[in-house]
């Protein structure tokens, strides 16, 4: 037997591996304690440094011992020379690189590290470049250390163009980097940034604004870079059709620049002596500095929002005191300036008009697609043959299917409509898993296209129905509206912001799944409601329609509801103001 050796058993082995734990745990929760005990006593002294270190470096997510590190730290710079705190800190880095290599992906390390750095009396930010290459050549998508290089990047005032080159490096050896591609797209609209259009006269700003930033910028890319950009990315997607990060950055690259903030209509109620002004974006009234004028004096109106439930809404409404306007042989001019953003919209109430509005369409907004040169067009037209190309040699490929229909919305939305449909519905076969998802991006679209139509006929009837709408958008181009057909969809609700349809008087919403009724709030003008075949089930889902002052006409034939006793009676409290009811 002698010479051999002995095998521990099982047992014995987990035995002795539990008192070495027993062991550090009371080691660590010592140096704890003694931790938490000099920061209570305000000691910030080598010792408190030194344990703090002992613990972090096996255990660097415990922020409360960063916090208490950065005050020893902040202490050591009262009482030391610069040349011995730059020692201190260059010390701090290179424990900080310890405890990056145990997890390289800790939150507190990182923040630590940036936070030391900015500190640093004399920064070497050339060593933390390097750091940052050496740790993304580990973990190209190791966003801590993505966020730390760009924080390095603006310390260190790092050439915007020597930064895109680092992209394509990137890029180059992996083209399934997802934060360079979203890297590249921070970069590029500073590098080579979209030329602003000179602003239409009738908003030009005031002589009194202040001139735009020299750092303000579109957010968009030139058009000869861009070009140069979907090429790049086609040889990505091509390469591997089915990796996400070349798409997501292709989507990018087909997006459009922030809309212009605006006033985009003011619509005037000589019967409602009421104002409602609609904005290019959501906003809260009752603090941008919104003032009306009315023949040349201001007045003062409480601004509120179309639904209790909004604090921001692109519409909003204010009532002028009795007497203002109603007087229908006068005519009123009103101003309504937008201060925050030096802008403003006037509105003419002519004599013999109970309304009148002041508004861009959808298409003066460019709202939906913007217009293209002869150039981008041509451009984009060869990006959909090249994506169809693919989509042969790739049939169920969701990336390639997704961003034909956008390559085709922003060619032609109208003109695309059949086959943009079609596409709709293989997404959904072969992607079942998000198939709702396809099914609202489609309502979108499909509103997006009727709201044009209903614009190019120049009327007030919005009718869509009949077409498997899951979802209401872009509610508040519908301020106009007066009659809005949705029967025949798949809709559960009409959302808040429905009550932006401040002109609405028919609404026919038969044949869907409507459970919800909450938008039909303060409708001033609404008369008929027609809500057969639905899924309205008690009293309280009609609420909202008793602040609908001049409701008379209302159907409810095919709802649950009917089914409750003396619904009759129970429905003629609720809404006295109903002469025609339909169960």
Not at 539 to 563: F, M, W, Y
Request: glycine fraction near 2%.
């Amino acid at each position: 037997m002698h010479g051999r050796v002995k095998i521990k058993s099982t047992a014995q082995q987990e035995e002795e591996k539990r008192k070495e734990r027993e062991k550090k745990l009371k080691i660590y929760v010592a140096a704890r304690d003694a931790c938490f005990s000099k920061r209570r006593e305000g000691v910030w002294d080598d010792e408190a440094l030194q344990l703090t270190q002992q613990l972090l470096s096996s255990n660097p997510d415990f922020a409360t011992l960063w916090n208490y590190r950065r005050e020893i730290l902040l202490h050591l710079e009262t009482v030391r020379e610069e040349d011995e705190l730059q020692k201190i800190y260059e010390a701090e880095l290179s424990f900080l690189e310890s405890c990056l290599k145990m997890n390289p992906k800790s939150y507190g390390s990182w923040h630590h590290r940036g936070w030391v750095s900015a500190r640093l009396p004399r920064p070497d930010w050339a060593r933390e470049l390097s750091l940052c290459d050496r740790c993304l050549s580990l973990d190209d998508r190791n966003f801590h250390c993505w966020d730390y290089r760009r924080m390095v990047v603006k310390m260190s005032g790092v050439p915007v163009d020597q930064e895109l080159q680092f992209t394509d490096r990137l890029i180059g050896s992996n083209f399934s980097n997802y934060s360079s591609w979203h890297y590249r797209s921070t970069l590029l609209p500073l590098l080579h940034p979209e030329s602003p259009e000179p602003p239409s006269p009738c908003r030009q700003p005031p002589q009194s604004s202040p001139p735009p930033s020299p750092q303000t910028h579109s957010h968009r890319v030139c058009e000869e870079q861009l070009l140069k950009e979907y090429e790049l990315v086609q040889n990505a997607f091509f390469t591997d059709p089915n990796d996400q990060s070349a798409w997501f950055y292709y989507r990018w690259l087909l997006g459009r620049a922030e809309r212009e903030e605006m006033i985009s209509c003011v619509y005037v109620s000589r019967e409602e002596e009421r104002v409602v002004v609609a904005f290019s974006r959501p906003v809260n009234a009752q603090s941008v500095g919104l003032m009306l004028v009315l023949d040349g004096q201001p007045q003062r109106v409480e601004w509120r929002s179309v639904h209790p439930h909004f604090k921001h809404s692109p519409v909003w409404i204010c009532d002028l005191p009795p007497g203002t306007i109603s007087d229908i042989t006068n005519e009123h001019n009103l101003t309504v300036h937008w201060t925050e953003k030096h802008t403003h919209r006037d509105c003419a109430l002519y004599t013999g008009r109970n309304e009148s509005w002041c508004r861009d369409s959808a298409t003066d907004q460019e709202l939906f697609r913007s217009e293209l040169s002869v150039e981008k067009t041509s451009v984009l037209q060869s990006e959909l043959q090249s994506c169809n190309q693919l989509q042969e040699l790739e049939p169920l490929n969701k990336w390639c299917l997704l961003t034909i229909i956008l390559l085709m919305r922003a060619l032609d939305p109208l003109g695309y409509e059949k086959e943009t449909l079609a596409h709709f519905q293989t997404l959904k076969e072969v992607d079942s898993m998000r198939s709702a998802y396809y099914s609202d991006l489609c309502s979108k679209f499909m509103i997006e296209n009727t709201i044009l139509k209903m614009e190019y006929a120049e009327v007030r009837v919005f009718s869509i129905s009949d077409k498997k709408l899951t979802t209401l958008c872009h509610l508040d181009q519908l301020l106009l509206v007066t009659h809005i057909n949705l029967s025949s969809n798949l809709l559960q609700r009409l959302p808040p912001q429905f009550a932006m349809l401040q002109c609405l008087e028919v609404l026919e919403a038969d044949n869907n799944c409507i459970e919800n009724l909450e938008g039909l709030y303060h409708l001033p003008k609404l008369e008929e409601v027609y809500l057969k075949n639905n899924k309205i089930s008690k009293l309280a889902d009609l609420q909202p329609l008793v602040s609908c002052p001049k409701l008379k006409h209302l159907d409810l034939r095919g709802n649950p509801i009917t089914e409750t006793t003396n619904i009759q009676s129970e429905l003629a409290e609720l809404l006295p103001s109903v002469t025609d009811l339909l169960l």
